[in-house]
């Protein structure tokens, strides 16, 4: 067994492990993004020439993010996931961060454990159809947005995810949206469309917004009929609390969010309604 860097033609390889395991929102576009901001966090594992798992490190500026750790149904049990894990921290520790997060799936969370890393809380997905609502204040996402949206992400969030804001405007997202006052941007929003809904995330508010629900409310006036999928962090109750009001579902056997080193609180703030996705936070 072997774990080298992805290429670009391993892409289907890696969609088609995230595929069988119904992870939807994990599509080509998605394995491309993170292959073109760190091809050297993309691992790929291989046994003589067959391919057999897949893990991906972000690196911020500050922090680092792990996900998309998938092996083959046939090939588990044998270490391989734990390898690539390590594989994963290790380049994160060389680029000199300090703190590492991911969710974890239940099952998945001694793995983790093992190799140090420790519960925050729990990562929630809800699944809802709210009623739209058009709103005068909000706007779709141009690209001149990108330096006060990137600004208003970063101050939340807690590092630097332009890169990733910056590729969803270029790759042209389903749906971005922007809550501007007196021509101040306030809040954002995204989502696209994926196989079973739209997946929605991040949407980040500014503090003291009296109501956040409505760039939420704007999106869903153009999603029609399909199901949003949101993933909320358990610590952010105000975001928690506005979903079930407006009928949305929880999934049970939530995920769980891990810090490894020196935590940083990555993602934790109540100005965060949504995460991203759950392989970057
Ligand atoms: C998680 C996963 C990558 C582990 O790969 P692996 O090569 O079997 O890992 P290892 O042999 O190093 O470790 C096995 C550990 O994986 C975990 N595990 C076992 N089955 C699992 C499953 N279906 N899903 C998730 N984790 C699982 C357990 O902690 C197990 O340890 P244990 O045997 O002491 O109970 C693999 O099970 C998988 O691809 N699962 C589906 C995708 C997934 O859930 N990924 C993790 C997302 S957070």
């Known amino acids: 067994m072997q774990i080298r860097q992805m290429t670009p033609t391993d892409m289907n390889v890696a969609v088609e492990l995230a595929t069988r395991e119904n992870w939807y ?25 067959e391919p057999v798992g897949i893990c991906i490190a972000t690196p911020y500026t500050h922090a680092g993010f792990i996900g998309e750790l998938i092996v083959a149904e046939e090939h588990r049990g044998q270490g391989i996931g734990s390898m690539l894990l390590k594989k994963a921290i290790e380049y994160l520790q060389t680029k000199g961060i300090q703190s590492i997060y991911l969710d974890a799936v239940p099952k998945a969370v001694t793995l983790y454990e093992r190799q140090g890393f420790h519960r925050v809380c729990s990562s929630l997905r809800f699944t809802g ?79 003291d917004i009296f109501n956040p629900e409505r760039l939420l409310l704007s999106l869903a006036m153009e999603t029609l009929d399909e199901p949003l999928h949101i993933g909320v962090l358990e610590i952010n109750k105000k975001s928690i609390q506005l979903l079930r009001s407006l009928g949305f579902q929880e999934k049970e056997n939530p995920s769980v969010r891990m810090a490894w080193g020196k935590e940083k609180d990555l993602g934790t703030a109540s100005t965060c309604f949504a995460i991203g996705s759950p392989a970057k936070g």
Request: with cysteine; aromatic share 14%; glycine share 8%.
């Open 129 to 207: 159809k709210p009623e739209g609502k058009e709103d005068d204040h909000v706007r779709a996402m141009r690209k001149w947005d990108l330096d006060p949206v990137c600004r208003l992400d970063r101050n939340a969030f807690g590092d630097d995810r332009h890169f990733f804001l910056k590729w969803i405007s270029f790759i042209g997202p389903d749906f971005a949206k922007v809550f501007a006052k007196d021509k101040v941007i306030i809040g954002y929003i995204t989502g696209r469309y994926v196989k079973n809904g739209v997946s929605v995330g991040p949407w980040v508010m500014s503090p």
């Open 25 to 49: 929102s994990e599509n080509q576009e998605v394995f491309r993004a993170f292959l073109f901001h760190d091809s050297k966090g993309c691992f790929i594992a291989e046994k003589g020439e």
